[in-house]
């Protein structure tokens, strides 16, 4: 069997704010082309580890390297350049609301490509048909509903072709169909972009449905006490809690 | 040579009469110079009869979005012509690509949105809109009236802590603006007085310029400006996020009335405070006009602050007052019911916030014009 490539390392991570330490030395390698599921109940800090690993909040202790290259302990500059290599969907959307879809998508490429307004337009079209959401262009994000708001904030991830592709919470406040529908699109552009995937969950369907896998976070311990395939770890896992949270606690 | 080097390339060769065969090679990525769909184009009308058009990908060497954009309009080129595409020879990834990118057709309709407005149309849409927002007014003033009926007869419902706040944040916090505004307008209007009042030797009366025009309008005025740039504005931003982040349709939900439970406590934390708030920026503007009459032009202070005592009468005092409490009601109403109207964007806050304080100046403007022709009718 092939040896598939470690694309991201997270070394003793310690996070918190201020004196309080929400997750002490979370350790784990996510592989490319993996879709890498982060789980735990509500409050474990989930959404905080995603937000150190897309360099958005700095941990207390510890390093997530990218490759070869430590984000945190990276000049500014490349930090930034690094940032941009990676496409994150918030939990709201956090589409910016006073612009259309297209200016949402195309702001990305503006900033960071030196493409002509008709070559961003193209690629603009392309990304919201990626999404399903072709001829939407002009509508805002007011305009749309939850699950095409998700779509389109999915599609200004991609703007910028990412690497590696951040996932918060991405069935919150969608039905199971809209949330199969993501779930599909993910598999969907992990397959065929061939980008790392890295999705933040306790959507139990979600998370059997598409992850390759895992790690579970525990408020209480304030560490992660299981990593792996979660259909493996639903079976196999010695940890009750792990098996409590995966079995909807049955 | 590196690989970012390499050279992108498309050729055409023809392996039948009716085939068209695109060939890349190269790097496909959008920071590079990549052809335009427009040689396809060129190739298939002078092409003999071109049936159908099938790619060669052997020699890719890395692609993006930038490939798929150029396919794309090939595409649509050869489905406008009805030229059959074979897309087995493009990668995997951009097929799969590709398949996901058509499955949903696009929404035709959605484009018309944008469109030219005719001028009688859109002098029509205002009227309406105008009418419409009058009734809101309407309204927004009928539920308020009610709401404050409800608390005089001791039903309304807020929180007593919410009040204290608001009684907190536009009372005491609002003194030091108050404070330095108060004191430059005195100065400035005593300065501009008493250069002219020097000339017939009649430095003193400065102290009935300065006493008169503040007590009476002045202070009034500039006190309910100041309060509808800093009060109304916050209070439209405030219900205006609130209105965003569903939380005023959560108290819907529970039974609970936004007028009562958010505008009232708002609107009698101000109609307290700005009476008091104006008075206390009389006695600034008076101390700043002393500054200039006692310091620069050698009044002496008791002279001066005896001629203000005399120059201002109890219905000075009055009036002022009186278009104090009104200016505070109709800042608190304006904030209120701009937040009120917010729709559930940032940007929608930020334009309630803006016309709070255009409202709230428009609406001081013409209560002190009407309060002055009243006054001089009656003869106050």
Known sequence: MKQKQTHITVENITMGYGDFVLMRDLSFTINKGDIFIIMGGSGCGKSTLMRILVGLKSPKKGRVLYGEMSLWEADPLEREALMRRLGILYQSGALWSSMTLDENVALPLELYTGLSSVEIGDLVSLKLALVGLAGFESFYPSEISGGMRKRAALARAMALDPEVLFFDEPSAGLDPVSSKHLDDLILELRESLGATVVVVTHELASIFAIGDNSVFLDPETRTMIASGDPNFLLSESEETKVRHFLTRGQ | ?380
């Open chain 2, 1 to 380: 040579m590196g690989v970012a080097d390499e050279q992108i390339k498309m050729s055409f060769s023809y392996p039948s009469d009716s085939t068209l065969m695109i060939a890349f090679n190269g790097i496909w990525k959008i920071d590079q110079a990549l052809p335009t769909a427009e040689e396809v184009k060129k190739q298939l009308e002078k092409g003999p009869g071109v049936k159908q058009v099938a790619f060669n990908s052997d020699a890719l060497i890395k692609w993006d979005s930038g490939i798929l954009t150029f396919i794309m309009k090939v595409l649509t080129e050869c489905n406008r012509l009805k030229v059959q595409v074979d897309k087995n020879g493009l990668p995997n990834g951009v097929q799969q690509l590709l398949k996901l990118a058509l499955a949903v057709p696009e929404k035709k309709d959605a484009r018309e949105r944008i469109k030219h407005i005719p001028f009688l149309e859109q002098v029509g849409s205002d009227a309406v809109h105008f009418v419409h927002s009058t009734g809101e007014i309407l309204t927004f003033l009928g539920e308020s009236f009610v709401a404050a009926c409800k608390l005089m007869r001791g039903k309304g419902r807020f929180r007593s802590f919410d009040l204290g706040l608001f009684l907190e944040e536009n009372g005491a916090r609002a003194l030091p603006i108050v404070s330095l505004i108060s004191l430059l307008v005195g100065l400035i209007l005593a300065f501009v007085g008493i250069i002219q009042l020097k000339l017939f030797g009649a430095q003193i009366y400065v102290a009935d310029l300065v006493g008169i025009a503040m007590v009476r309008e002045m202070w009034a005025i500039m006190t309910g400006i100041i309060m509808a740039g800093r009060t109304g504005a916050a209070f439209a931003a405030q219900l205006g996020t609130m209105e965003v982040n569903e939380e005023i349709d959560a108290l819907k939900t529970m039974g609970i009335s936004p007028m009562e439970f958010l505008v009232l406590p708002r609107i009698l934390a101000v109609t307290i405070m700005m009476p008091l708030l104006c008075l206390y920026a009389n006695l600034m503007g008076i101390l700043g006009g002393s500054i200039v009459a006692v310091g620069i032009y050698d009044v002496s202070a008791m002279a001066y602050f005896n001629r203000t005592k005399e120059a201002i009468g109890l219905n000075d005092l009055g009036i002022g007052l009186f278009m104090g409490l009104v200016f505070g009601i109709l800042v608190a109403l304006a904030g209120c019911l701009r937040g009120m109207q917010c729709g559930r964007s940032a940007s929608a806050v930020g334009d309630a916030a803006t016309s709070a304080v255009v409202t709230g100046i428009v609406a001081i403007i013409l209560a002190t014009a009407v309060i002055t022709i009243v006054c001089d009718v009656l003869g106050i």
